[in-house]
């Protein structure tokens, strides 16, 4: 019997990544005046050339109770043990919702060994994550081996990200409109992190430029006396930026660093031309 582990589309993990690590992905929901999509079958290049258009900030719901069944049945069916990892449970109900799917599958195969992680995050900090998980899930861990390991990723990893706007932040109701103005105003670029499941300003600099330096500077911090676990850069509709910062890191750490998308369910909260790092150290 083997570990096998199931995320959502939010961890944004590179497909290429996803196929090799055999990750299950379970997709949430983009809903915009007029229609509703399965977040992994949006086009993002289109989906970032209309939001700017568009009268009101796209919503988002969970997977589909049904994706969920269906993803976590075939795999206990067949065996498995199964580790569910999710975006952070304050800012959605797909974590909670996977508990609810656990409960039901249990009331007909009692057997089933599931486990449900709150990654207390998003993006590629919860990718490395999953990453980590379905490495050691491959290896042979047992599922309670890599119950530990995560925790100990998740407590050693870190989310740092500066939009391009305040725009989308204010309209989608995530910060203080007086906030949002101000920040506009005065050119303020604030770089954003995800602490204890819920983003808030790590700190706050006055240009782009310095926005990027502080967060390599953050990062050589972390990494200061520790091993680089992994690391990508996020980048929003900007890939050249994504791939100017990659080199920027590259040089200093002298690693390969690849570059990801963020999609349209926290993409359109941040807005286009956001830049960021995810990471973690051993």
Do not use: W
Not at 27 to 34: A, K
Not at 84 to 95: D, E, H, N, Q, R
């Amino acid at each position: 019997m083997s570990v096998k582990i199931i995320t959502d589309s939010t961890s944004y993990i590179p497909e290429s990544i996803r196929q090799k690590l055999d990750i299950t992905i379970i997709s949430l929901n983009i809903i915009t005046d007029t229609s509703s999509k399965r977040e992994v079958e949006i086009n993002l290049d289109e989906f970032y050339q209309e939001l700017p258009h568009l009268s009101a900030i796209p919503t988002s719901s969970q997977p589909s109770p049904d994706e969920m069944l269906a993803a976590f049945e075939q795999l206990t069916n067949e065996g498995h043990e199964v580790l569910g990892i999710f975006l952070s449970s304050k800012m959605s109900g797909t974590y909670s919702s996977a508990h609810l799917i656990k409960n039901l599958i249990l009331e007909t195969n009692p057997d089933a060994k599931i486990e449900l992680f709150d990654s207390l995050t998003n993006c590629m900090q919860m990718g490395l994550i999953v990453m980590e998980a379905a490495k050691a899930a491959q290896s042979g861990s047992s599922l309670e081996e890599i119950l530990s390991l995560i925790h100990t990723v998740q407590h050693n990893s870190r989310f740092l990200f500066t939009p391009h706007t305040l725009d989308y932040l204010k309209k989608g109701g995530r910060i203080g409109g007086a906030s949002a103005l101000l920040g506009n105003l005065f050119q303020i670029k604030p770089i954003l992190t995800v602490e204890n499941g819920e983003t808030t300003v790590f700190t706050k600099v006055r240009t782009k430029k310095k926005a990027i330096l502080s967060m390599i500077n953050k990062l050589k911090e972390d990494l200061d006396g520790h091993e680089l676990g992994g690391l990508f850069v996020h980048h929003i509709s900007c890939e050249d930026e994504g791939l100017e910062l990659a080199k920027q890191i590259e040089s200093e750490l002298n690693t390969p660093i690849q570059i990801q998308s963020i999609g349209p369910v926290i993409g359109c909260h941040v807005g286009p031309g956001s830049i960021g790092i995810a990471y973690f150290v051993k």
